[in-house]
């Protein structure tokens, strides 16, 4: 079993940055997918960054590659993601989530546990 406790969202203007962390609970945190997705009102929740066990490996969504940094601390057991050149588009509530594959993923289906989500604002 893993816990997921995101943090860091918050309101910040267009241009700005945040940086989002995810503390997992479990010793097996290093063995896992991690990935953040968001979800706007209305929308479906979409996939933003994945990043494989070491770190060694990540993907990006298209809408934010070149802005946005996925990262991890297995010795904390702690995810990031670095959001930089935000836009009105990137509000939404932002979750962090846990799968246990060896290969990156960025379905929704392949996610075995979730956190709570964060509330990130972009103001234009």
């Known amino acids: 079993q893993v816990q997921l406790v995101e943090s860091g969202g918050g309101l910040v203007q267009a241009g700005g940055s945040l940086r989002l962390s995810c503390a997992a609970s479990?010793?097996?945190?290093?063995?896992?997918?991690m990935g953040w997705f968001r979800q706007a009102p209305g929308n479906e929740r979409e996939f933003v960054a994945a990043?494989?066990?070491?770190?060694?490996?990540?993907y990006y969504a298209e809408s934010v590659k070149g802005r946005f940094t996925i990262t991890r601390d297995n010795a904390k057991n702690t995810v990031y993601l670095q959001m930089n050149s935000l836009k009105s588009e990137d509000t939404a509530v932002y979750y962090c989530?846990?799968?246990?594959?060896?290969?990156?993923?960025?379905?929704?289906?392949?996610?075995?546990?979730w956190g709570q989500g964060t509330q990130v604002t972009v103001s234009s």
């Open positions: 990043i494989n066990w070491s770190g060694g490996s990540t």
């Open positions: 989530a846990a799968a246990r594959s060896t290969i990156l993923v960025i379905t929704t289906r392949f996610y075995d546990y």
């Open positions: 479990g010793r097996t945190f290093s063995s896992y997918v």
